[in-house]
Nanobody, 124 residues
Framework: QVHLVESGGGLVQAGGSLSLSCAASGRTFSSYAMGWFRQLPGKERWFVAAISSSGSSTRYVDSVKGRFTISRDNAKNTVYLQMNSLKAEDTAVYYC?????????????????WGQGTQVTVSS
């Protein structure tokens, strides 16, 4: 069992930056690959980024490549999403999730555990 809690969302102007964190409970965090997804009201969750259990591999959706960076600290049971050069279209609720699937997957229903989400709003 993995319990996930996101933090760091908020309101930022276009072109600005935000850093999201996702703290995990449980001693098995380092065995899970982690992902970030985002969702608009009434829409399905869309893949943003993922990182392997060791942190050696990452994957991004094309729209955030070069702007977002996913990282993890297994000693702190935390995964991060650094978001730079934010755009209005990045506005969404952001969720972190854990999966035991390997290799990295972009499919939301392949993730076993989810956080409660954190709102990111980018004003244009």
């Amino acid at each position: 069992q993995v319990h996930l809690v996101e933090s760091g969302g908020g309101l930022v102007q276009a072109g600005g930056s935000l850093s999201l964190s996702c703290a995990a409970s449980g001693r098995t965090f380092s065995s899970y690959a982690m992902g970030w997804f985002r969702q608009l009201p009434g829409k399905e969750r869309w893949f943003v980024a993922a990182i392997s259990s060791s942190g050696s591999s990452t994957r991004y959706v094309d729209s955030v490549k070069g702007r977002f960076t996913i990282s993890r600290d297994n000693a702190k049971n935390t995964v991060y999403l650094q978001m730079n050069s934010l755009k209005a279209e990045d506005t969404a609720v952001y969720y972190c999730a854990a999966t035991s699937v390997n290799p990295l997957t972009t499919i939301w229903n392949r993730y076993d555990y989810w956080g409660q989400g954190t709102q990111v709003t980018v004003s244009s």
